[in-house]
């Protein structure tokens, strides 16, 4: 069964870049048939998609935050990455990754969630 | 952009059934997926593409979708089923993006 797990800075400063990383176990990031989601969760609030990246590097972000994303992979690692730049208080959340199917879309394994605070 | 309207909340007696909806527009066409959250934990997938369910889903969750509504459907709740419930779409055409409920609150009163 894949675990998928974030890490990273739980307090970044506004105007700063927020970068977190998950890293896969029990399944591989090359596998071609799932896509290797961000997802974030704002205090009380509902989900919201940030942007996936399939195994041969192809992004699709957001188009609210596409002008501060970047997504990579590392292969070698079994790690996906998020950066996103220029933060301020509203990027305060909770960030989740998660792996989606390619057929459908479902987002049958995520990880724990990682909370994010921007605050000086 | 495609918007997913979902009901705040549904209430529901222990051992009734609960149905909670999410509208949108021609929804019928796209491949629905719901998920349940309970406090500080992550999402779980209970439906997908529509109306199947992962392993280790009871049966008692189903799902429907047609027209411009699709729906979640729990029945013979219990006092575990109590959490948030959101549906999420996913184009994936010319552009891909993944569109998300704003979710509905389920209480087992």
């Known amino acids: 069964q894949v675990q998928l797990q974030e890490s990273g800075p739980g307090l970044v400063k506004p105007s700063q870049t927020l970068s977190l990383t998950c890293t896969v176990a029990?399944?591989?990031?090359?596998?071609?048939?799932?896509?290797w989601t961000w997802i974030r969760q704002s205090p009380g609030k509902g989900l919201e998609w940030i942007g996936y990246?399939?195994?041969?590097?192809?992004?699709y972000y957001n188009p609210s935050l596409k002008s501060r994303l970047t997504m990579s992979l590392d292969t070698s690692k079994n790690q996906f990455s998020l950066n996103l730049t220029s933060v301020t208080a509203a990027d305060t959340a909770v960030y989740f990754c998660a792996r989606a199917g390619e057929a459908t879309g479902e987002l049958d394994s995520w990880g724990q969630g990682a909370l994010v605070t921007v605050s000086s | 952009s495609y918007v997913l309207t979902q009901p705040p909340s549904v209430s529901v007696a222990p051992g009734q059934t609960a149905r909670i909806s999410c509208g949108g527009d021609?929804?019928?066409?796209?491949?629905v997926n719901w998920y349940q959250q309970t406090p500080g934990q992550a999402p779980v997938l209970v439906v997908y593409d529509d109306s199947d369910r992962p392993s280790g889903i009871p049966e008692r969750f189903s799902g429907s979708n047609s027209g411009n509504t699709a729906t979640l459907t729990i029945s013979r709740v219990e006092a575990g089923d109590e959490a948030d419930y959101f549906c999420?779409?996913?184009?994936?055409?010319?552009?891909?993006?993944?569109?998300f409920g704003g979710g509905t609150k389920l209480a087992v009163l």
């Open positions: 999420q779409v996913w184009h994936s055409d010319s552009d891909h993006y993944v569109v």
């Open positions: 021609n929804i019928g066409s796209k491949s």
């Open positions: 990246i399939y195994y041969f590097g192809t992004t």
């Open positions: 029990g399944g591989s990031l090359n596998s071609g048939d799932h896509y």
